[in-house]
């Protein structure tokens, strides 16, 4: 079945350290992909996204290439802050769900910056 | 004015009881959602509406039961409460197709004791 993989955690960097969180993915067909940011004690919020191979999706100094060829979206930030710190989730839109719009998502990654 | 609302925020109650999740989305979107984030913070779907149509209702106890009155508002309620129920319960909304994503509620913490 479809499913998301994310590297284990936690990942503690410095401030303004070069962060690279890994995702893989199993899909039929040609999801979209997503990452979303958690925030302690809040629902999840959508980082960044990418519809087609090729495509980089970007927010906030955060960005990801959808990488068909060896079905990766890796997210990766050129310089972190201790306001990054959160939980970081991987997710693709389950192709064989129809119209749907169903999410599967990936354990999570959880990101410790240290100033 | 938050997009997606849940209420309450914090729940506690004993083994065995009945309680309610209620979610109300203001983005004018057509499909809500409910998922469970476990104590390791995995998020599993359980139940999705598209203009108060069930479309998605995964492997889910049949204690567990929605109810969309209409497209703004997805309820969740829960019988017979057991201790494997504590979570966190996410509702969220979005447009039904493949690319768009989610908006999150801030989520429900239920704890059985």
């Known amino acids: 079945g479809n499913s998301v993989t994310q590297m284990e955690g936690p990942v503690t960097l410095s401030e303004e350290a070069f962060l690279t969180i890994n995702c893989t993915y199993t899909a039929t067909g040609y999801p979209s992909l997503f990452w979303y940011v958690q925030y302690p004690g809040e629902g999840l919020q959508l980082l960044l996204k990418?519809?087609?191979?090729?495509d980089k999706g970007s927010n906030k100094g955060f960005e990801a290439t959808y990488r068909k060829e060896t079905t990766s979206f890796h997210l990766e930030k050129g310089s972190v802050q201790v306001s990054d710190s959160a939980v970081y989730f991987c997710a693709l839109s389950d192709p064989g769900s129809g119209n749907t719009g169903k999410l599967i998502f990936g354990q999570g990654t959880t990101l410790q910056v240290k100033p | 004015d938050t997009a997606v609302s849940q209420t309450p925020k914090y729940l506690v109650t004993q083994m065995g009881n009945d309680k309610s999740i209620k979610c109300e989305q203001n983005?004018?979107?057509?499909?809500m959602y409910w998922y469970k984030q476990d104590s390791k913070k995995f998020l599993k779907i359980m139940f999705s509406y598209n203009n108060k149509e069930l479309i998605i209702n995964e492997t889910v106890p049949n204690r567990f039961s929605p109810k969309s009155p209409d497209k703004a508002h997805l309820n969740l309620h829960i019988n017979s409460l057991e201790l494997g129920d504590s979570a966190v319960y996410f509702c969220?909304?979005?447009?039904?197709?493949?690319?768009?994503?989610?908006?999150f509620g801030s989520g429900t913490r239920l704890t059985v004791v």
């Open positions: 969220a909304s979005g447009q039904g197709t493949d690319n768009y994503g989610y908006t």
């Open positions: 983005l004018g979107h057509d499909t």
């Open positions: 990418a519809t087609k191979a090729d």
